[in-house]
T-cell receptor, first 108, second 110 residues
């Protein structure tokens, strides 16, 4: 079935550095969603992107959906220790398929 | 406040036991889901329901079963637990802005 590849699998940064995770598909996606899962927690919905080339911002987080709607990225500016967790992209219409996630650790 | 609840939060049980993981929501959502997630790994859809008396199997084959007799309740049952069932089970509903997940049940079968 349709899948998305998420890279990198792991990312370790110093506090204050930027972080980016990428989500790539071989086929066109109708939409993409992003979730954050804190260690020991459950995934929490961050955002949904629907339009080609869409860019949305939430404070230090910037989400992009590619022009061809085959890729997406999540960028965090000046990471903080509260950003620690695994970030998942997901696609689908009411029945989501998740990427494998990018685990972010932040060194204070 | 509308929410989704899962119980128990943690469960350690012996091989061969029957277990039911509870999931309840007060959001009035028709669509509910069960995902299985090993620690630090991706989420796999095992069951979903689009309303009362509607249940379907997900992409990952599972020996568990589900029922949906009431809109707010979507329990998952394992008739005979095995060590291979050790995992985290996450229940979710679909609302206007994507999934809302419960806190999950961490199941360990010994």
């Amino acid at each position: 079935g349709q899948q998305v590849m998420q890279i990198p699998q792991y990312q370790h940064v110093q506090e204050g550095e930027d972080f980016t995770t990428y989500c790539n598909s071989s086929t066109t996606l109708s939409n993409i969603q992003w979730y954050k899962q804190r260690p020991g927690g459950h995934p929490v919905f961050l955002i949904q992107l629907v339009k080609s080339g869409e860019v949305k911002k939430q404070k230090r987080l910037t989400f992009q959906f590619g022009e061809a709607k085959k890729n997406s990225s999540l960028h965090i500016t000046a990471t903080q220790t509260t950003d620690v967790g695994t970030y998942f992209c997901a696609f689908g219409s009411e029945k989501l398929v998740f990427g494998k996630g990018t685990k972010l650790t932040v060194n204070p | 406040e509308a929410d989704i609840y899962q119980t128990p939060r943690y469960l350690v049980i012996g091989t061969g036991k029957k277990i039911t993981l509870e999931c309840s929501q007060t959001m009035g959502h028709d669509k509910m889901y069960w995902y299985q997630q090993d620690p630090g790994m991706e989420l796999h859809l095992i069951h979903y329901s689009y309303g009362v008396n509607s249940t379907e199997k997900g992409d990952l084959s599972s020996e568990s079963t589900v029922s949906r007799i009431r809109t707010e309740h979507f329990p998952l049952t394992l008739e005979s637990a095995r060590p291979s069932h050790t995992s985290q089970y996450l229940c979710a509903t679909w609302g206007s802005y994507g999934y809302t997940f419960g806190s999950g049940t961490r199941l360990t079968v010994v």
